[in-house]
Nanobody, 120 residues
Framework: QVQLVESGGGLVQAGGSLRLSCAAS????????MGWFRQPPGKEREFVAA????????KYADFVKGRFAISRDNAKSTVSLEMNSLKPDDTAVYYC?????????????WGQGTQVTVSS
């Protein structure tokens, strides 16, 4: 089992930045691939970014490339999402997720989510 707790969400103006963090427990963190997903209001949940177990491979959704950066600290069992140049369309509940070998479209473990609201 893996427990995931997100933090860092909030209200920010368009063009601003936020950093989301996710603390993991219950399993050796370095054995899990980690990712971020989001669910905009009235829409389905979508993939945002993923990072491999060692941190060397990163993937991003096209709509965040160049603006968001995912990172992990295996010593602290945390994964972060640095979000820059935020747009109102980035408003969503952001979820941290963990999976075994790589982050699938439906990861095995989920956090409870953190709200990000970008005002225009």
């Amino acid at each position: 089992q893996v427990q995931l707790v997100e933090s860092g969400g909030g209200l920010v103006q368009a063009g601003g930045s936020l950093r989301l963090s996710c603390a993991a427990s219950g399993r050796t963190f370095s054995t899990a691939a980690m990712g971020w997903f989001r669910q905009p209001p009235g829409k389905e949940r979508e993939f945002v970014a993923a990072i491999s177990r060692g941190g060397s491979v990163k993937k991003y959704a096209d709509f965040v490339k160049g603006r968001f950066a995912i990172s992990r600290d295996n010593a602290k069992s945390t994964v972060s999402l640095e979000m820059n140049s935020l747009k109102p369309d980035d408003t969503a509940v952001y979820y941290c997720a963990a999976d075994d070998n790589r982050v699938s479209s439906d990861p095995k473990y989920w956090g409870q989510g953190t709200q990000v609201t970008v005002s225009s």
